[in-house]
């Protein structure tokens, strides 16, 4: 980039100095030959004016013509062709130089003929082509000079942005690039570093994600196998339906927990848009509080459900009202209310429940995987952390949004299917 900014300023720069090299040069020839034939004029007036027989000098040819046309005085170089008042430029005879003539009329008849040379105007001419023939190069030259000193100096921070990315791993994502300049690039620095802060967030958030799921997965498979060594060893201290009983208990909460993992790695991988097949939520709402009347001894509230349809994945939707549900089913202390109204293009979804609530300073975090904020929230419930965690990723991909609004109450907003996204 140094080279090629460089090189197109010495060709922009050097295009204009020959094209104005040029043009000065030709304005000074048309200036200096202008002053010449005025001078020329004014002398040819002038002795006109006289009367008087001047003769040619070296820097200047007479000729004095009479009325019936015949020379009688001055140079003696032939006739000159009468110019009138007007200049003309030509190389008369006997001499290797060109000439500039004027005409004056004289009184008495006839006419003065005066000439000048343009050597003066020549050597200007020529002296400062030859000036210009030096210069534009030089110039050309200090430009290039210049043009490479300052790109570089502009270009250095882009170099040391490139070697700090460069040296920057996965283990590394703290490192910053330098932006301590205020243009185009301390703005790209800037947008680089909170790029690299977005890659440390997913990085770190992967890390969690991975340990967690290591975490939980341990303690199933510890409970499995401490089960197993104590019936091994101690074989009259349990019965096989005991065992088995324990076993299958620790192997659903196992596969619950994998088939939540899956989910979310899928979800984190696919950047495709769901589906835009219609999806009748409230079909989904009254199916998931049926189950809950016939799993649990809650009180189901559901007269507040209208209808409401929207666009997206059926089984995603209905596994973020599941969750929900769920969620609602085991810190409720008697009653859960569903609720599904339409309003300004959206459908909105919300379930209540009679159970402690959430504090205010956790009800975003609670979104988070692997969150747990109360001991009631044990392995012994079955709950895994992940499930609030689906349910926001189903949402956002549907375009939505979900929160927690006073404690106790989810509020899940989704764009209706009249609304083109």
Do not use: K
Request: glycine residues 6%.
């Amino acid at each position: 980039m140094r080279i090629r900014v460089t090189l197109a300023a010495v060709l922009v720069v050097g295009l204009a100095l020959v094209a104005g090299a040029f043009v000065l040069v030709t304005l000074l020839g048309s200036v200096l030959t202008a002053q010449v034939c005025a001078d020329v004029r004014d002398r040819a007036a002038e002795l006109s004016a006289s009367a008087v027989r001047a003769s040619s000098t070296s820097s200047e040819l007479v000729q004095m013509i009479d009325r019936s046309g015949v020379v009688v005085g001055g140079s003696d170089t032939g006739r000159f062709a009468s110019p009138g008042r007007d200049c003309v430029n030509l190389e008369p005879p006997g001499y290797a130089e060109d000439y500039v003539f004027a005409a004056a009329a004289v009184e008495s008849g006839g006419e003065v003929i005066v000439g000048r040379p343009l050597v003066d105007v020549l050597d200007s001419t020529r002296f400062v082509s030859r000036v210009l023939v030096v210069g534009v190069p030089v110039m050309m030259l200090i430009v290039g000079g210049v043009t490479w000193v300052v790109t570089g100096r502009v270009l250095a921070p882009v170099s040391a942005i490139r070697r700090e990315v460069d040296e920057i791993s996965a283990t590394e994502l703290h490192r910053r690039v330098p932006a301590v300049r205020r243009d185009e690039i301390g703005l790209l620095a800037r947008t680089m570093n909170r790029m690299l802060d977005r890659l440390q967030r997913s990085h770190e958030s992967r890390q969690r994600f991975v340990a967690d799921a290591s975490h939980e997965l341990r303690s199933p498979i510890a409970a499995i196998r401490q089960h197993a060594e104590v019936a091994q060893a101690h074989p009259d201290s349990t019965t096989v339906d005991e065992l088995a009983t324990t076993v299958l208990a620790e192997d659903l909460r196992m596969q619950h927990l994998v088939d939540d993992l899956l989910l979310l790695a899928r979800s984190d991988e696919e950047h495709t848009e769901p589906p835009r097949t219609p999806v009748d939520l409230d079909d989904l709402v009254f199916a998931e509080a049926e189950r809950l009347r016939t799993a649990t001894n809650l009180t189901i509230d559901s007269t507040a459900v209208s209808a409401g349809q929207v666009r997206g994945d059926e089984t995603a939707l209905a596994r973020m009202i599941h969750n929900l549900a769920d969620n609602a089913a085991r810190y409720a202390r008697s009653r859960i209310t569903f609720a599904l109204t339409e309003e300004e293009g959206a459908v909105v979804l919300t379930i209540s429940d009679d159970g402690p609530g959430i504090p205010v300073e956790d009800r975003t975090r609670v979104f988070d995987r692997f969150v747990r904020l109360t001991p009631a929230r044990s392995r012994d419930t079955g709950g895994t952390g992940l499930g609030l965690a689906i349910v926001a990723e189903v949402v956002n991909r549907h375009h939505g949004s979900i929160r927690n609004i006073s404690g106790a109450t989810f509020e899940a907003r989704l764009p209706s299917a009249d609304v083109d996204r």
